[in-house]
């Protein structure tokens, strides 16, 4: 009973802690506002939901493919997790795009 109770522990502090399953994926329709930056492999976005917050977003992979996709779109479905970004002393959510639609 004992080590049963220990088990169940350490997998509740494992959730908890996000080691079981490291980054859930979110789907979600936002707005393609601005292309922030853009380099040969990576592709920072801002994006934009329905009630008008903005999210930093960044995709790596296929630039050219990626940006031909949003070329005519104002508003496109994503396939997300959510991470936090440092970068000299400060520290924001981004979202790394998995897939774009």
């Known amino acids: 009973m004992k ?5 169940d522990k350490t ?3 494992q959730e ?14 936002l707005i393609f506002k601005y292309r922030a930056d853009r380099n040969r492999n990576v592709l920072k976005t801002v994006l934009e ?18 940006l031909h996709y949003t070329e005519n779109k104002d508003t496109v479905c994503l396939l997300y997790y959510p991470e936090i970004n440092e970068f000299q002393g400060r520290r924001t959510v981004q979202a790394v795009i998995e897939s774009w639609r």
């Open 3 to 7: 080590k049963k109770a220990i088990v």
């Open 11 to 13: 997998a509740e502090t």
């Open 16 to 29: 908890a802690l996000g080691l079981v399953n490291p980054h859930e994926s979110c789907y979600n329709r």
């Open 49 to 66: 939901d329905a009630n008008g917050s903005r999210l930093e977003g960044i995709s790596f992979g296929d630039v050219k493919a990626d």
